[in-house]
């Protein structure tokens, strides 16, 4: 699954979560997991800001910023297989 994927599915689940009655217990469990899936969508984002920021660093006149972003993305992506 991609990060685009993996934050649309979190953003479904808390939208599915604020639709659904809760009963007390069920009310604390899902808004445990609604925090837990709100902490991963910030990481998310706040990784995506370190990768613009580093990109924005290593720029040169031969490679472009979106050049950077995609050789760490390819990177990243070489490192997990």
Sequence with gaps: M???EDI???RQLIR???RKPKTQIEFFIKSYEE???KNLLMFYEKQNQMIDKMAEQLTTPIHNKEWVIEYFEKEIKNAKD
């Design 2 to 4: 991609s990060e685009e």
């Design 16 to 18: 599915e979560y604020e």
């Design 8 to 10: 649309k599915t979190l």
């Design 35 to 37: 925090r837990a899936i």
